[in-house]
């Protein structure tokens, strides 16, 4: 199965529709599977006197709070379902993060999304993971910031969500008891990706700890995936041949723009060599038996060394060290037969440089 690629377009639409909708068409261009969004109301996410991050504040001057900065990259539920009706054009997925209950129950029920992306900011919001959950929709959390710990208590509330169509948990201790089990994780197991994430934009080379695939694969037999926010694409191909089965990075049109996360972002054409990166990483991968390609038996001759007269050797002289040698030759005995020969009398006449 083939990695699939999200192009993270986040608020990188600078709260234009049509800035969205050429992100749209630039990941649909540049090869991605899906292009993701980010679904908001400011005044349901954030506390007016809520700080912005350091990066925000440096890739973005025009505000001083989160609300200020989130204001304006605010897109509305009708833009939304335009943003989806162009994916469908464009034939890309759609997908968005729902960062509140009323954006996630507008978002599903008039976009109809194939997969919902939770965000690194609420993976510990048990209570909008479990909704996200009750929808039946296949889910993508990300595990930025997280320990293991929290991952745990994320799968529980997903357990929760997809298995109980009503209610609500007794409290979080009984939440953890009933449903981090090896049983209601197989039931779900086809449902959800976990993406390993550092969230830092951009992340730092040495902070990636891209072995953190491999012990969320190990631990939790979920399929397991990779939100990059590095600047290049090594981390991704790493990822990819650790076993990560989905990708998500950031795009941009211009990364000189106004904004929080262009400059983390990668550009279309940075993005559309990623993707092909990808693609053929994909075909390096793919589990063969050792053994040689058809390209390869045609260099096979020219390559390969064979047993020749080293000088002129006459019918029934004695083969050594000194008359026979190995060498690039068209035909002949392979080397490995080499000893074999040794001391052995000639069946026939060589001239140098003939094959034995």
Known sequence: MSVYIIAEAGVNHNGSLALAKDLVRAASRCGADAVKFQTFVTEKLVTRSAKKADYQNENDASSTTQAE???KLELSYAEFNELAEECKACGIDFMTTCFDSESLRVIVADTAPARLKIGSGDLTNLPLI????????????????????EVEDALAALAYGYLEVAGEPISYRWLKHHYFTAEAMEQIRSKVTILHCVTDYPA???????DAIRQLRDAYKFSVGYSDHS???EACCAAVAMGASCLEKHITLDKG????????SASPEEFRDFVQAIRNLEQALKPKIKAPTQRELANLEVARKYI?????????ELLTRDNIEIKRSATGLLPNQYWDLLGKP??????AGESI
Do not use: C, F, W
């Open 231 to 233: 600047l290049g694409i």
């Open 69 to 71: 900065m989130l204001k």
């Open 130 to 149: 479990i909704e996200h959950a009750r929808t039946g929709i296949e889910i993508i959390i990300s595990t930025g910031m997280a320990t293991l710990s």
């Open 308 to 316: 020749v007269a080293a000088q002129d050797i006459a019918a029934g």
């Open 204 to 210: 730092r080379p040495g902070d990636l700890n891209l």
């Open 257 to 264: 723009m106004a904004g929080p996360d262009h400059a983390a």
């Open 346 to 351: 000639a069946s026939k006449a060589y001239s």
